[in-house]
């Protein structure tokens, strides 16, 4: 977003609005954007590409995600698809998943005798092994990781999160310079053709405007999943009994292993503790008497079953569907069925119950289609956003220069960046400090500039 007047400051103090705190608002607009739209455009690739994920892996993995829906309705026993995903490829049975539709193949995570872990997919009316993939091999966890940074390692998923954090200081200041001042145009029309700066700068503004409280949104709701805040915030939210928030029954027995070791869990479970079976000598309940226990306790059907590994481990039932409401984890002690925790959405804090919806609107899957089709449309203007703003530079840049906006003359102004540095630091660590190390960085740079006109 930037305001028509970019290009000559003073005309939009005439309009009422300080020539100096304009220079500041506009050369960190451009520094924002400098470095949020390289990420703004590859996340919203990958992300409106995710949206659809359902849809994309059921086409392009048809051959094993789908299945034909048989007249008998009737389906194979789970420990039949267990021994047979483990007879066509040998080794130990980790996890099954539940068929979520009458046309959706079951699948069974197995870790082979060679150590590699895979995903095999089972027809449940007659326990045919369709295939294997790597377990989260489909095309759309690709597309996830990409989205994340998470080939990247570490440093890159930081990047993300200070990108994050520095796309709300692009839209604030986005929407000052946007704010009309007298003009005729670019507020919400687009005047001229592509060959004028113009039309970039309007479809720029006018696009931003539409989008930014969606990117702000989706910045916010992205960060539970970042690597510093989102760890420090799911301890808060979620507390520290084990993972689980305050009021939780969890008066049994625990093991040191987390529920997001078994496979991918909901954001707010992401540190709870398993808890364990009581040794005993009768044997296992065993998958089939498992499944049917979680039938019968109500879990929304393409539930995934985490099976016990240890003599004191459990029968874990887990599921994140569509509906943040339907989320529900079950552990059932392996040797009587009992439940020894049923953890529900409901169940969550305040805190944790606003950022899983949050999160679930972000993933496209609260609201179902119009969801998806509402952040597909934001994604595409986001890359508006990102390619005029880059036309916009282009045609105004000054030969063997970035075109920088100019400093403002009284550095008083940056007292309300200096405000912004600290509600950042303490909101957003890592934002706050890439904040705080831009500008030394600008300040330094253009102190040198400086000394030479002195002297």
Avoid at 15 to 26: H, K
Avoid at 311 to 316: C, E, K, S
Avoid at 348 to 364: C, M, Q
Avoid at 377 to 391: D, E, H, K, Q, R
Wanted: with cysteine; aromatic share 10%.
């Amino acid at each position: 977003m930037s305001d028509l007047t970019l290009d000559r400051p003073e005309r939009a103090a005439r309009s009422g609005a300080s020539v100096d705190l304009y220079r500041a608002v506009w050369r960190w607009h451009f520094y924002a954007g400098l470095f949020v739209l390289p990420f703004l455009v590859t996340l919203s690739i990958t992300g409106g590409l995710y949206v659809f994920r359902d849809e994309i892996d059921a086409l392009v993995h048809s051959d094993l995600k789908r299945v034909a829906t048989a007249n008998d309705t009737s389906l194979a026993r789970p420990s039949a698809m267990v021994d047979a995903a483990l007879a066509a490829h040998p080794g130990t049975a980790l996890k099954f998943t539940d068929p979520a539709s009458p046309d959706a193949s079951a699948e069974v995570t197995v870790r082979t005798d060679a150590g590699e872990r895979l995903a095999v997919y089972v027809d449940p009316h007659d326990a045919r092994v369709l295939g294997a993939l790597p377990d989260q091999g489909t095309i759309m966890w690709t597309v996830r990781h990409l989205h994340s940074l998470k080939f990247f390692g570490p440093v890159a998923r930081g990047a993300v999160e200070i990108a994050a954090g520095w796309s709300v200081l692009l839209v604030i200041t986005g929407i000052y310079l946007w704010w009309p001042r007298g003009q005729a145009g670019g507020v919400v029309t687009v005047r001229g053709t592509p060959a004028r700066r113009v039309f970039w700068r309007d479809a720029h503004a006018v696009t931003g405007i539409a989008v930014g409280g969606f990117l702000v949104f989706l910045a916010v709701t992205g960060m539970p999943w970042s690597q510093v805040w989102g760890g420090q915030v799911n301890q808060w939210a979620n507390g520290s009994n084990f993972g689980y928030p305050s009021g939780v029954r969890v008066d049994v027995p625990m093991s040191g292993q987390r529920l997001s070791e078994a496979g991918t869990t909901s954001w707010s479970m992401q540190e709870a503790q398993v808890p364990e079976s009581a040794p005993s000598s009768r044997p296992s309940i065993g998958l089939n008497a498992a499944v049917a226990t979680f039938d019968r306790l109500g879990l929304h059907h393409g539930y995934a079953v985490a099976l016990p590994t240890t003599p004191t481990g459990v029968y874990t039932g887990s599921v994140y569907p569509d509906d943040v409401a339907e989320q529900r984890v079950v552990h059932l002690d392996r040797y009587t069925g009992d439940p020894l925790l049923d953890m529900r959405y409901a169940d969550y804090g305040p805190l944790g119950r606003a950022l899983e919806w949050g999160i679930s609107v972000h993933l496209g899957q609260q609201f179902g289609l119009p969801n998806q089709i509402v952040l597909v449309l934001v994604c595409i203007g986001n890359v508006v956003l990102a390619v005029s703003a880059g036309a916009m530079w282009w045609k105004r840049r000054p030969s063997r220069s970035m075109g920088v906006p100019p400093m403002p003359r009284d550095p008083r102004v940056f007292r309300g960046l200096l405000a912004l540095l600290a509600i950042g630091g303490v909101v957003f660590p890592l934002v706050g400090a890439s904040l705080l190390v831009m500008l030394a960085l600008d300040l330094a740079v253009a102190r040198m500039r400086r000394r030479p006109a002195a002297a």
